[in-house]
Each structure stands twice: as structure tokens, then as C-alpha cells.
């Protein structure tokens, strides 16, 4: 199987380009996904969740308030990091399991794991192509905004994250992501059409 890891930052197009992989036929892990799993109501994980950040992080129904874990885990980088000692672990275990799954189902076929968090975390290795999508940064709050999200919480969402230098370095491939969505899934068709057995 073909691995390609897709990262970017917040508002970069990221899951625009996971979803035309998709429609392309590669098969997508999305991250996000499977956090929602990690961290379900009666998970080891989010039990560790609620000893570090307490109880207010709660939903009503048992399950994780994720707007509530976001206000505690991004108010300063020891939050941000103890939520990611928890967090962290278990998201690579379980996308790592879903992979191998997948593989043994579609041994010839393109695996994309789509995670924001992917440079971060020491698995670019297990990579044959690191895919970054980028957009300039105010262009990407602009874009977040404009979908309703407030515009100092996607600042400081986007301080947490890493520069764009830093993810950069990291692509083997980069998609530029300035203009329309219609250039966007073009060139995703034609990084698609340079892949091997393409």
C-alpha cells in the first residue's frame, strides 16, 4: 500500500484536498475522526481527560464537551501539553490499527492519513509521500471567520500549532492553496495523476 501523510495548518484546505483523494479512490484515515473515538464516553482516555482538567469538560451526557476541553487545554502551552500526553498516544495507536486494517483489506491501494498533528508527531517515516497543504496565514483566518469561527480564538488556536516554516520543511510535496476551490482540486488532480501506477 501507497501511505501518504496530509497535514496543513488551520484553514489551509486540508480536509477539501482528504476529500478529493477520496473521490480520487485513495482510502482516508481522518484524524479527527478518530479522536472523537479515543476520547468516547467510557474511554481510558477520557477519564485521564477529566483527572487533569476536571469535571467542567463534561457534557451532560457523559461525553467530552470538546468546545469546554478546547477554552482549558489552549489557555497555555502546559495545558496544551498535558492534554497532548494524553491525547497524543492513543491517537497514533489507533490510527497506526486502522491503517494495518486497511492495508491487509487493500494491499495495492493509497492509504491518506489526514492529521493536523502529523509533522509534530515522530511517524513521517512511515510515509512514502508527506503531502502539506498551505495558504498564507491571514488568508487562512479570514477563510475560518468567514465560517464562523471568532477570530481570536482561531489566532490563538493557530499559535499552538507549528509554523509554517516548520511544515513546510517537512512536505515532500506542497499544494498551494491561494485561490479557488476549483485550482485546488486540480491540483490535487494532478498530484494524484504523478503517483506511482497512476
Same mark, same amino acid.
Given at each position: 500500500m501507497?501511505?501518504i $501523510?496530509?497535514?496543513?495548518?488551520?484553514?489551509s %484546505?486540508?480536509?477539501?484536498?482528504?476529500?478529493?483523494?477520496?473521490e480520487l479512490?485513495?482510502?482516508v484515515?481522518?484524524?479527527?475522526?478518530v479522536?472523537?473515538?479515543?476520547?468516547?464516553a467510557?474511554t481510558?482516555?477520557?477519564a485521564a481527560?477529566? $483527572?487533569?482538567?476536571g469535571?467542567?469538560?463534561l457534557a451532560?451526557d457523559g461525553?467530552?464537551?470538546?468546545?469546554?476541553?478546547a477554552?482549558?487545554a489552549f489557555?497555555?502551552?502546559?495545558a496544551t501539553?498535558v492534554l497532548?500526553?494524553?491525547?497524543h498516544p492513543?491517537l497514533i495507536?489507533?490510527?497506526?490499527r486502522?491503517?494495518? %486494517?486497511l492495508?491487509r483489506q487493500?494491499?495495492?491501494?493509497v492509504l491518506?492519513?489526514?492529521?493536523a498533528?502529523?509533522v509534530?508527531?515522530?511517524?513521517?517515516?512511515?510515509?512514502d509521500?508527506?503531502?502539506?497543504?498551505h495558504?498564507p496565514?491571514?488568508?487562512?483566518?479570514?477563510?475560518?471567520v468567514?465560517a464562523?469561527?471568532?477570530?481570536e480564538?482561531?489566532r490563538?488556536?493557530?499559535?499552538?500549532?507549528?509554523s509554517?516554516d516548520?511544515?513546510l520543511?517537512?512536505a515532500d510535496?506542497?499544494?498551494?492553496?491561494g485561490?479557488?476551490?476549483?485550482?485546488?482540486?486540480?491540483?490535487v488532480?494532478?498530484f494524484?495523476?504523478?503517483?506511482?501506477?497512476?
Amino acid at each position: 500500500m501507497f501511505r501518504i $501523510g496530509l497535514s496543513g495548518g488551520m484553514g489551509s %484546505g486540508k480536509s477539501e484536498v482528504a476529500a478529493r483523494l477520496s473521490e480520487l479512490g485513495a482510502l482516508v484515515i481522518e484524524a479527527d475522526a478518530v479522536a472523537r473515538d479515543v476520547v468516547a464516553a467510557g474511554t481510558e482516555v477520557l477519564a485521564a481527560i477529566v $483527572g487533569a482538567f476536571g469535571e467542567s469538560v463534561l457534557a451532560d451526557d457523559g461525553g467530552l464537551d470538546r468546545g469546554a476541553l478546547a477554552a482549558a487545554a489552549f489557555s497555555s502551552e502546559e495545558a496544551t501539553s498535558v492534554l497532548n500526553a494524553i491525547t497524543h498516544p492513543a491517537l497514533i495507536r489507533e490510527i497506526m490499527r486502522r491503517s494495518e %486494517g486497511l492495508e491487509r483489506q487493500s494491499p495495492s491501494g493509497v492509504l491518506v492519513v489526514d492529521a493536523a498533528l502529523l509533522v509534530r508527531w515522530d511517524v513521517l517515516d512511515l510515509f512514502d509521500i508527506v503531502l502539506i497543504v498551505h495558504a498564507p496565514r491571514e488568508l487562512r483566518v479570514s477563510r475560518l471567520v468567514e465560517a464562523g469561527f471568532g477570530e481570536e480564538d482561531v489566532r490563538r488556536r493557530m499559535r499552538s500549532q507549528l509554523s509554517d516554516d516548520v511544515m513546510l520543511a517537512a512536505a515532500d510535496v506542497v499544494i498551494e492553496n491561494g485561490g479557488s476551490i476549483e485550482e485546488l482540486r486540480a491540483a490535487v488532480d494532478d498530484f494524484w495523476e504523478s503517483l506511482p501506477g497512476n
